[in-house]
C-alpha cells in the first residue's frame, strides 16, 4: 500500500501523453495502469496512446524541426543546464517516484537520478562545441569546409531498468545537436519519464522538440513512425532480439540507428588478483540495480586456485544484502520488475540445479506479494547450463574457473554478445593483453563499473550499434555537410 509521501509523489506525475507542447489524453481515452513490482497494485492510470497518438507526436516533432535545428547552441546549452538543475533540486521526488514504479531501493533510485542529470549537464555543456573544419584542399587549387548540422527528427525507445538515466543518456545529446524527437519509455516505468518532459517544459524546451508518448504496445505505435520516412534516427536501448527487428524496420529508410541491446558480461578474476577488491567489484557489477542491468556481471570467470575462496566469499556477501520494498529503511535488493521476469530468472538456476549447480546462497523464490528474488550464488556450473550463455538479468551469479589467459578470453569471448567485461588482475602485461582480446566494448579493469556520462557506451557482436554518452554520443546525433570551395 501506498502511505501519504508515496501517494503526493504520484499525484505530481503528468498523466497524460505529451506531443507539441500540450499534455492530452490518448485518442481512444484508453488507460495504461503501471503496477507497483514489490506489491502488484496498480499506481496510477495514464493514457494509453494509439498509432494516431504517435503519428501526431511525430508530426509535431518535424514542424518543429526546422526552427530547433537553427536555434543558438548556447540557448539549447542552457535550457539543458536549467534542466540538471532542476532534477538535482527535485532529486527525492524524483527518485520515489522511479522507485515506486521500477522497485529499486530509494539509494539507487538516488544514484540513477544523479547519474541521468550528468547527461543533461554533460551535453549542455558540449552543445557550444560542436565544429567542422577548415583546410586547403592537397593540390592547394582550392579549400575544404565541413559543418555539422542536426540529424532531424529522432526516434526514442527506452528500458524500463534505468528509465530516467537511458532517456537522458538520449535525449541530451538529442536537444545539443538541434534534434527534435518522439521518445517512447516501456510501459512498466513511464513515470519518471513525463516528470521529466515536464521538468523541460519548465526550463522552457520549445513546443514539439520532445513529445512523449506511454503505451502498452509498442509496435503498434511505433512501427508506422519508423517506417514513415520522416524520422532520421532511431535510438533503442533494450533487448537483442527486439532491436534486430526495429533494425529491419529501420532498414527500409534507411534510419541511423544506434541500439544498445543485450549483454554476456564476464567477470575475470586471475589469481594473483586483489581478493578484497575483486569481491567488492563483483558486488557492483552483479548487483547494481539489482542485477537488472545490460552490463551486469553474467559469468563470473574466476582462474582455478583462488575460485572456491572467491566464491565462499561472494555468497558471504550476497547472502548479507537484505531483500524488501525500496522504499523501506536499510533495504539493499528490491523486486524484480515483473513476474515473467522473475521466472525467467528462476528458470535459469533451476536449470543450472538439474545439470549439478551447487547453490551457496539463496535459489528459492520467496513467498508472499511482490516480485522479490534472493540474491544468488551458483558453483560447479556444467558448461551447457542455459545460465552461461542466456543473460539471467538479476540477482543470480554462476561461477565457473579457468586455468590460464588463454583460455580465460576463449571462455568469456564464447557468446554471440560483446557489451562489457571486467577484468581484475595486478599482472599490467596480463591485464593489457586481456583487455586487447576481448571482444567487447567496454571493459572494467579492477573495478566494477563501467558508466559514465563522459565515456562513449556501447557493444560489439549483438550487443549492438553506434554508443552513447561522451563525444561520440554527440556524433551520433550530428551528419557533416562538406563545402568545396573555389580558390
Avoid at 525507445?157 to 541530451?172: C, D, E, S, V
Avoid at 532511431?234 to 534510419?255: D, I, N
Avoid at 528462476?346 to 540445479?353: P, S, W, Y
Wanted: glycine residues 12%; hydrophobic residues 40%.
Amino acid at each position: 500500500m501506498t502511505n501519504k509521501l508515496e501517494t503526493t509523489a504520484l499525484g505530481g506525475v503528468p498523466t497524460g501523453l505529451y506531443i507539441g507542447g500540450s499534455w492530452r489524453a490518448a485518442e481512444s481515452e484508453r488507460l495504461l495502469p503501471v503496477e507497483d513490482p514489490s506489491t502488484g497494485n496498480v499506481l496510477v492510470e495514464i493514457a494509453d496512446a494509439s498509432p494516431a497518438d504517435g503519428m501526431a507526436a511525430l508530426d509535431a516533432a518535424v514542424e518543429a524541426q526546422e526552427s530547433w535545428g537553427v536555434t543558438p547552441p548556447r540557448e539549447r546549452g542552457e535550457i539543458l543546464r536549467r534542466a540538471f538543475e532542476t532534477i538535482m533540486e527535485r532529486i527525492d521526488e524524483l527518485a520515489l517516484v522511479l522507485t515506486l514504479e521500477m522497485g529499486k531501493p530509494l539509494g539507487e533510485s538516488r544514484g540513477e537520478i544523479a547519474y541521468a542529470a550528468e547527461f543533461v549537464r554533460w551535453y549542455g555543456e558540449e552543445a557550444v562545441r560542436i565544429n567542422g573544419r577548415y583546410t586547403v584542399s592537397p593540390n592547394g587549387s582550392g579549400r575544404i569546409l565541413t559543418m555539422k548540422e542536426p540529424v532531424g527528427p529522432c526516434l526514442f525507445i527506452t528500458p524500463w531498468n534505468f528509465p530516467l538515466a537511458m532517456g537522458t543518456r538520449k535525449i541530451g545529446p538529442a536537444i545539443a545537436a538541434g534534434c527534435t524527437m518522439v521518445v517512447k519509455p516501456a510501459k512498466q516505468t513511464p513515470l519518471s519519464m513525463l516528470l521529466f518532459a515536464a521538468i523541460l517544459e519548465e526550463c522552457g524546451l520549445p513546443p514539439g522538440v520532445c513529445n512523449v508518448v506511454t503505451t502498452s504496445n509498442s509496435g503498434a505505435v511505433m512501427e508506422p513512425l519508423i517506417r514513415d520516412g520522416r524520422a532520421r534516427k532511431l535510438s533503442f536501448t533494450g533487448s537483442t532480439p527486439v532491436g534486430r527487428k526495429l533494425a529491419e524496420q529501420a532498414a527500409g529508410g534507411l534510419l541511423r540507428t544506434s541500439m544498445e541491446l543485450g549483454g554476456n558480461a564476464p567477470f575475470v578474476v586471475f589469481a594473483d588478483a586483489d581478493l578484497d577488491a575483486a569481491v567488492e567489484g563483483a558486488m557492483i557489477a552483479k548487483m547494481r540495480n539489482m542485477g537488472e542491468s545490460c552490463v551486469a556481471a553474467n559469468r563470473f570467470l574466476v582462474e582455478t586456485p583462488v575460485a572456491a575462496e572467491f566464491a565462499g566469499r561472494l555468497a558471504e556477501r550476497m547472502a548479507a544484502l537484505v531483500v524488501g520494498r525500496g522504499t523501506e529503511e536499510g533495504v539493499d535488493v528490491g523486486p524484480i520488475i515483473d513476474s515473467p521476469s522473475r521466472e525467467f530468472i528462476h528458470g535459469l538456476v533451476q536449470d543450472a540445479r538439474s545439470r549439478g549447480a551447487s547453490v551457496l546462497t539463496g535459489g528459492d523464490v520467496p513467498e508472499g506479494p511482490g516480485w522479490f528474488y534472493p540474491p544468488t550464488v551458483l558453483c560447479e556450473i556444467h558448461p551447457e547450463a542455459r545460465i552461461v550463455d542466456e543473460e539471467v538479468f538479476g540477482p543470480v551469479a554462476p561461477v565457473l574457473t579457468f586455468d590460464g589467459l588463454d583460455e580465460a578470453v576463449a571462455m568469456a569471448n564464447d557468446t554471440p554478445f560483446g557489451l562489457g567485461a571486467y577484468v581484475y588482475t595486478r599482472d599490467l602485461a596480463r591485464a593489457l593483453s586481456a583487455t586487447e582480446r576481448l571482444e567487447v566494448g567496454m571493459v572494467g579493469l579492477n573495478r566494477g563499473l563501467v558508466s559514465n556520462p563522459a565515456a562513449p557506451f556501447g557493444g560489439v557482436k549483438q550487443s549492438g550499434l553506434g554508443r552513447e554518452g561522451g563525444p561520440e554520443g554527440l556524433e551520433e546525433y550530428l551528419t557533416t555537410k562538406y563545402v568545396a570551395i573555389e580558390v
